[in-house]
C-alpha cells in the first residue's frame, strides 16, 4: 500500500521533531546534569566554540595555563568541541596521578585509537585492556637494562655517523654549516630504531632512498596531517569513507603496509631461523619479542600473532623517533641560543673530561654519571616536552581526588571531582612541568642547575622521569624511556664535543601531534630547526 501524502508527511513531523528533542537535550539539557559543572572554569564560548585551541597552543600554552591555575585554581573545567564536551582539564598532582594511575578507568580515547590503527596497526599505543596488557608483558624484557647495554655501541656508532655528516657538508669548516638538526637527527633516530628496532639497515643519515624508510616516513606524514582536514576527521567516526572514497592518504597508507609486510615478514621468518639457534645473541627488539613470545613463561593464549609483532615494531618506530629526535632538537636550540653559550660550553666542557677512546661500554657509565648533562636532558624535556598533553577519557563515572580545593559554583569547597561516564580528561604534560606555583617563578626559563635544588612540591609531582610527565606516568608510561635517554646522552656527548651550535634561526613551538619547531613566517615549509653547527677546536 503507497502511504498517503499526510502520513507522510506526519511522519516526517514525528522524525524531525524526535531529531529536534534529542538536539535540544544533547545540547542544552544533559549539560545541565553534567557534575563537571561543579569545577569551576572560563565562561563557555558561543555554542560550538571550543577552549581546545586555548590549550593546545605551544606558543600560549604556558601563559594560557598560568592565567586559568591563577583564576580558577588546578582543576578546571574546559569546553571540547561543544556544550556536550565539557572535559577536565588538571594541573593537580593528586588528581593527575589517579588519572594514570587506573587505566582500567581511563583510556585513551577511541578516535585517537582509531587514527594510530589507522597507520600503524593495534600495537601498544593504541591496544587497550587485555590486549594491552599481553602486548607490554611480551614487550617488557625487550627493554630490560641488559638488553638495553647492547645498543650502546649503535647508539655511539650513529652519533659518530652524523657528525662525520655533517663534518663532509662543510666546504670552509672555519665557517661551519647551516643544518636543519631536527631533520638530520630525524635520520639519524630512524637509523637507531630500525636496527635497535628489527636488524635492519635504513642507512638514512647517508641518504633518504631505502624504501621501507621512505614508507614509514610516507605514512608517519599522514599521522601529522591527520585531523587537519574534514575528511579525516569524518573517517575517525566513519571509517567506511576510507574504503568507499579511497583518496591519496589512503593510497599511501596501503602502499607503505604492502612495502613493511613484504619486508618485515621476510625479517620475521629469518630471524625465526636464526632464533633456533641457542647460541644467537641478537639484541634487536623484533628477536627480543620473538623470543619472549615463545617463552614458557608467556601462557600459550597470552602469546601474540607475528603481525602483531611487527605492529609493534612499527609502534616503536612511530613512538621513538621523532620523540627522541625532537626532544634533542630542541635541548640543542635551547643551548644554541643567545644568553645560553655558557650553558653549552659548560656542558661541552664536563663532557670533555672524559676519555673518549674507551670502549663504549665502560665510556657510557661514564656519561650517565655526569650531572651537568643529567640536569641539560632533564631541563630540556621539561622546559619544551616532545609530547605537549595527553587525553584520557571516564569509561564509567568516578570521583578524582584533588590536593587543592574546588570551589563550587555555591561558594563551598571540596577536595573531589565528580566525572560522568564519557568525560575527557586532559592531562597537560607542559603546562605542569611549567606551573609557577610549584616550580618557582623562573619556571618557564631554561635553567638546568635548577635540579640540584628543587622546591620541594616538585619532589612529590608524579612522572616516570624525574618528577615529570614527559614519559607520562603509571602502568601506559612510556617504556622506551631509559633507551631515549641513553641515547640523548651519547648523541649529545658526541655532538657537544665535536661542534659549536650557534646562530639558530627563529623558531616557534607548535603542536602538531608533537611539538615541532617551524621557523617564523615559514610554517607552510613544514618543521625545521635550523643551526649553524662549527667544528669545535677540541675535535
Ligand atoms: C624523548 C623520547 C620520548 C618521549 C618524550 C616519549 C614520551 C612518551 C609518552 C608521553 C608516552 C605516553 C603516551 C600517552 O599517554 O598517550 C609514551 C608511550 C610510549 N612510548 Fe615513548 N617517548 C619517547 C621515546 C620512546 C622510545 C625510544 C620508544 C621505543 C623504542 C618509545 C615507545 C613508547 C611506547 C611503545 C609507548 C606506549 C606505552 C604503553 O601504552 O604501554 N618511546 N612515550
Not at 601462557?299 to 601474540?304: T, V
Not at 644568553?339 to 673530561?353: D, V, Y
Amino acid at each position: 500500500m503507497v502511504p498517503s501524502l499526510s502520513s507522510l508527511l506526519l511522519g516526517l513531523i514525528i522524525l524531525f521533531l524526535g531529531v529536534a528533542s534529542f538536539l535540544l537535550y544533547f545540547l542544552f539539557v544533559a549539560p545541565l546534569y553534567n557534575p563537571l559543572r561543579d569545577v569551576p572554569g572560563p565562561p563557555s564560548p558561543k555554542l560550538f566554540g571550543t577552549h581546545l585551541g586555548y590549550v593546545l597552543d605551544a606558543e600560549l600554552s604556558a601563559k594560557n595555563h598560568d592565567m586559568l591555575v591563577s583564576r580558577y585554581g588546578k582543576n578546571i573545567r574546559i569546553r571540547g568541541l561543544g556544550p556536550w564536551d565539557d572535559r577536565l582539564l588538571t594541573l593537580d598532582p593528586l588528581a593527575i596521578a589517579h588519572v594514570m594511575n587506573y587505566p582500567t578507568i581511563y583510556q585513551k580515547p577511541w578516535q585517537s585509537r582509531r587514527l594510530i590503527t589507522r597507520l600503524i596497526g593495534c600495537g601498544m599505543l593504541a591496544a587497550e585492556g587485555v590486549v594491552h596488557k599481553r602486548q607490554r608483558k611480551v614487550s617488557n624484557p625487550a627493554f630490560s637494562p641488559q638488553n638495553l647495554r647492547g645498543f650502546i655501541p649503535l647508539f655511539f656508532s650513529k652519533a659518530e655517523e652524523l657528525r662525520d655528516k655533517w663534518l663532509s657538508l662543510m666546504s670552509n669548516p672555519s665557517d661551519g654549516v647551516k643544518v636543519d638538526i631536527c631533520h638530520w637527527i630525524s635520520r639519524a633516530t630512524f637509523d637507531v630504531n630500525g636496527i635497535a628496532g628489527f636488524d635492519y639497515q635504513f642507512h638514512a643519515i647517508q641518504d633518504e632512498s631505502n624504501e621501507v624508510y621512505l614508507a614509514y616516513k610516507d605514512m608517519f606524514e599522514i599521522a601529522i596531517s591527520q585531523g587537519q582536514n574534514l575528511k579525516s576527521i569524518i573517517g575517525i567516526y566513519l571509517p567506511i569513507i576510507w574504503k568507499l572514497f579511497p583518496d591519496e592518504s589512503t593510497r599511501i597508507v596501503d602502499k607503505s603496509w604492502k612495502t613493511i609486510l613484504k619486508v618485515g615478514r621476510h625479517l620475521v621468518q629469518t630471524k625465526k631461523a636464526t632464533i633456533a639457534d641457542k647460541n644467537n645473541t641478537d639484541r634487536d627488539l623484533l628477536t627480543l619479542l620473538l623470543k619472549s613470545n615463545i617463552s614458557t613463561e608467556i601462557p600459550a593464549e597470552q602469546r601474540i600473532s607475528d603481525d602483531d609483532i611487527l605492529f609493534q615494531i612499527s609502534t616503536f618506530l612511530f613512538a621513538g623517533s621523532d620523540t627522541t629526535s625532537l626532544a634533542l632538537t630542541w635541548i640543542l636550540l635551547l643551548l644554541s641560543r643567545p644568553g645560553h653559550q655558557h650553558l653549552q660550553n659548560r656542558l661541552r666542557s664536563e663532557l670533555n673530561t672524559l676519555d673518549s677512546s674507551l670502549p663504549p661500554d665502560e665510556l657510557f657509565p661514564l656519561i650517565d654519571a655526569l650531572p651537568f648533562l643529567d640536569n641539560v636532558i632533564k631541563e630540556g624535556l621539561r622546559v619544551i616536552p616532545p609530547v605537549h598533553s595527553s587525553l584520557r577519557v571516564a569509561t564509567k563515572d568516578d570521583i578524582i581526588p584533588s590536593s587543592t580545593p574546588i570551589r563550587k559554583p555555591d561558594g563551598s569547597k571540596v577536595n573531589v571531582i565528580r566525572v560522568a561516564k564519557g568525560t575527557m580528561v586532559h592531562v597537560p604534560v607542559e603546562g605542569f612541568a611549567l606551573d609557577k606555583s610549584v616550580w618557582g617563578e623562573d619556571a618557564w626559563d631554561f635553567k638546568p642547575d635548577r635540579w640540584d635544588d628543587l622546591p620541594e612540591a616538585v619532589k612529590t609531582l608524579p612522572g616516570l622521569y624525574s618528577n615529570l610527565l614527559a614519559f607520562s606516568a603509571g602502568p601506559r608510561s612510556c617504556i622506551g624511556m631509559r633507551f631515549s635517554i641513553m641515547e640523548m646522552k651519547i648523541m649529545l656527548f658526541v655532538l657537544m664535543r665535536g661542534f659549536d651550535f650557534v646562530d639558530p634561526e627563529k623558531v616557534f613551538k607548535a603542536n602538531v601531534v608533537l611539538t615541532r619547531p617551524y621557523v617564523v613566517g615559514r610554517f607552510k615549509e613544514g618543521s625545521q630547526c635550523p643551526v649553524v653547527v662549527k667544528p669545535h677546536s677540541a675535535l
